[in-house]
């Protein structure tokens, strides 16, 4: 027989890593907020170095970090919203070659007025009404069912009218219409 040697030379191997594209989400991306002044959390998921930054004064980056890498949170406040319209603003967090947008809308503080705001009315059934001066919609609901609302919805300012069963009792009665806004 014959013998066959084989020769095993030293083996060198080219290793090969391969970046994984740069990966950067926030969440949300858009958000509104009451008028008050309040905190709010944003979450992070990344695997790429970020920094996030406020584009409105009234919008404060609070808790830290406010940079990370990979995945991570940080919080922001609004400041109360005193301007009397809603309000828009941004805070962009970006890494890696990509921003991205949150939109974070401020109501304005609702007003809502009754004129007038109470009123006694003799014992017989009649129709009513009363002014409602406001900047938000509203709707109106009655306390008693004696109280029946014949225009009880709007948009800013408006009406509320009303008619009342007569009061056949010995007795004076109270009850209450409710508008609630915003």
Same mark, same amino acid.
């Given at each position: 027989g014959t013998m066959?040697?084989?020769c095993d030379w030293d083996k060198e191997?080219?290793?090969i890593t391969q970046n994984a594209a740069p990966?950067?989400?926030v969440s949300p991306t858009a958000r509104t907020v009451p008028y008050k002044a309040l905190c709010?959390?944003?979450s992070v998921e990344s695997n790429v170095k970020w920094s996030a930054k406020s584009h409105a004064s009234w919008i404060r980056l609070t808790s830290q970090p406010t940079k990370g890498k990979g995945n991570g949170s940080f919080g922001f406040s609004v400041s109360k919203n005193t301007t009397g319209k809603n309000r828009k603003g941004t805070i962009t967090v970006s890494g890696g070659g990509i921003?991205?947008?949150i939109t974070i809308t401020q109501?304005? %503080?609702p007003k809502l007025s009754l004129s007038p705001a109470k009123k006694t009315i003799p014992f017989k059934?009649?129709?009513y009404k009363f002014a409602v001066k406001a900047n938000v919609k509203w709707k109106a609901t009655s306390g008693a069912d004696w109280? %029946?609302?014949t225009s009880a919805a709007g948009s800013g300012n408006g009406i509320v009218s009303f008619k009342v069963s007569e009061n056949k009792t010995a007795k004076n009665r109270t009850a209450n219409i409710t508008v609630s806004g915003g």
């Open positions: 066959t040697i084989v191997t080219f290793s990966l950067l989400k709010y959390p944003v921003t991205r947008t109501t304005k %503080v059934s009649a129709a109280i %029946v609302l």
